[in-house]
């Protein structure tokens, strides 16, 4: 009987490129359960996969604790429903926020954009103006005005 394939914390920090100190953080966080071998941590094809998908997860922006309920979920059950319509809702959840950030860049975009009309209409794109301007604002300062 063949035994289950194992990793070490080097072959899977070099194969998902993380530090080894990263998956030990994902499994003091309850996302990964290595057996040890004495004080050698020993990962399963199960380990793999969940830093596989914890990875994933936080590509996608989850939390670590949104991650971990989604993986628990998971365990072995058959009926994989409930663990895809939580998912569903995770990612709306994450879609909304993300757009939602869309639009107030946008929106800081456009600012921007309407401050730099401003600025260049009032030194008239002339760099001897601008250097002008730049010193008034200056003595102006130190005037305390």
Known sequence: MASEQTYTITELAREFDVTPRAIRFYEDQGLLK??????????????????????????????????????EMHGG??????QLLRFLVVLADRRAALEQQREDIEAVLGEIESLEQQCSELLGHDTSRAAEERAAVVRRMRAGT
Do not use: C, F, M, Q
């Not at 199960?46 to 998908?53: C, E, M, N, P």
């Open 77 to 82: 059950v058959r009926n994989a429903a409930p």
């Open 34 to 71: 290595p057996s040890r071998v004495g004080r050698t941590r020993v990962y399963s094809k199960s380990d793999r996969t969940r830093l596989k998908l914890t990875l994933r997860g936080k590509r996608l922006g989850l939390s670590l604790a949104e991650i971990k309920e989604l993986i």
